[in-house]
Nanobody, 116 residues
Framework: QVQLVESGGGLVQPGGSLRLSCNAS????????MGWYRQAPGKQRELVADITTSDGTTTYSESVKGRFTISRDNAKNTVYLQMNNLKPEDTAVYYCSAKGFAAGYWGQGTQVTVSS
């Protein structure tokens, strides 16, 4: 089992920045990719960005490229999502995810609201 705990959400004005953190614990040796998804009201959950635990290869959705940066600190078992130049359409619940060879895991979600 893997436990994921997110932090860092909140309310920010358009053009502002936030950093989300996701700390993993448990059987983390089995995890090969971690990432962030988001779900806005009435919409499906979508991938925002992910990063491999082995070599740090990253993937971003087109809507956040150039504004968001995903990174990892393997020593702290933590993945970060730096979000800059936030837009109202980034408003959603953001979920940390971890993919293992046998199972996938989700955090509880953290709300990000971009509004003036």
């Amino acid at each position: 089992q893997v436990q994921l705990v997110e932090s860092g959400g909140g309310l920010v004005q358009p053009g502002g920045s936030l950093r989300l953190s996701c700390n993993a614990s448990g059987s983390i040796f089995a995890i090969y990719v971690m990432g962030w998804y988001r779900q806005a009201p009435g919409k499906q959950r979508e991938l925002v960005a992910d990063i491999t635990t082995s070599d740090g290869t990253t993937t971003y959705s087109e809507s956040v490229k150039g504004r968001f940066t995903i990174s990892r600190d393997n020593a702290k078992n933590t993945v970060y999502l730096q979000m800059n130049n936030l837009k109202p359409e980034d408003t959603a619940v953001y979920y940390c995810s971890a993919k293992g060879f046998a199972a996938g895991y989700w955090g509880q979600g953290t709300q990000v609201t971009v509004s003036s």
